[in-house]
């Protein structure tokens, strides 16, 4: 049973233009929603997190929307830049100290 | 992902071996998770542990896998015997107890391989 669910495998977007990644969840009990950023042969690095009272968060050139009634999550990240290029996982929590579950992943490809 | 060290980074095991993975957590930080990915998938959780105290194994295949965080020195996973269906990334993570969240951080990974 996949609590979080990443849909698209893979996505490919113009450099200078917008990246949008989304997930969906199926826990109403999850407290936070987090997206990490992998490189390969890299241990995943925390990017951007949202509490589920809230619905935006923003950080630079990345947002990240909730939509709770729809059980939806979306990462923008404008303009995409080379570097952008990697994994993202979306992942949600319960408490602050909880284990975190992971969707599969979305490689992001950011073409010059 | 600075600070959290796994070793080794590349283990090849025969079937039947033992395979055991270190980590070693960000200093100050006395709570780690471990993480296993298999390939095409997500995260996904093993166990929880403080030092000298396992907090939550729910994820933790029941036979074969073990881990342990004691007072002095890495955290340890343990899989004994191992089968080809072992082989994959395997994830710890270290947290400061009351950090907010996205402060887990996460070491390279052992990449482990069963031949």
């Known amino acids: 049973d996949q609590q979080v669910k990443q849909n698209s495998p893979s996505l490919s977007v113009q450099e200078g233009r917008i990246s949008i990644l989304n997930c969906d969840y199926t826990n109403s009990m999850f407290d936070y929603f987090l997206w990490y950023k992998k490189y390969p042969a890299e241990g995943p690095t925390f990017l951007i997190s949202?509490?589920?009272?809230?619905d935006k968060n923003e950080d630079g050139r990345f947002t990240v929307f909730l939509n709770k009634s729809a059980k939806h999550l979306s990462l923008h990240i404008v303009p995409s830049q080379p570097g952008d290029s990697a994994v993202y996982f979306c992942?949600?929590?319960?408490?602050?100290?909880?284990?975190?579950?992971f969707g599969k992943g979305t490689r992001l490809h950011i073409l010059p | 992902n600075a600070g959290v060290m796994q070793n080794p980074r590349h283990l090849v095991r025969r079937r039947g071996q033992e395979a055991r993975l270190r980590c070693s957590p960000m200093?100050?930080?006395?709570?780690v998770y471990w993480y296993r990915q298999l390939p095409e998938e997500g995260l996904k959780f093993m166990v929880y542990?403080?030092?000298?105290?396992?907090?939550?194994e729910s994820g933790m295949p029941k036979e074969r896998f073990s881990a342990e965080f004691p007072k002095e020195g890495p955290s340890i996973l343990r899989i004994q015997q191992v089968v080809r269906g072992d082989s994959a990334a395997y994830f710890c993570a270290s947290f400061r107890l009351a950090g907010a969240p996205g402060t887990q951080y996460f070491g390279p990974g052992t990449r482990l391989t069963v031949l």
């Open positions: 542990l403080q030092k000298e105290n396992i907090i939550d």
């Open positions: 200093k100050g930080h006395s709570h």
């Open positions: 949202i509490s589920s009272i809230k």
């Open positions: 992942a949600a929590s319960g408490e602050r100290d909880d284990k975190i579950i």
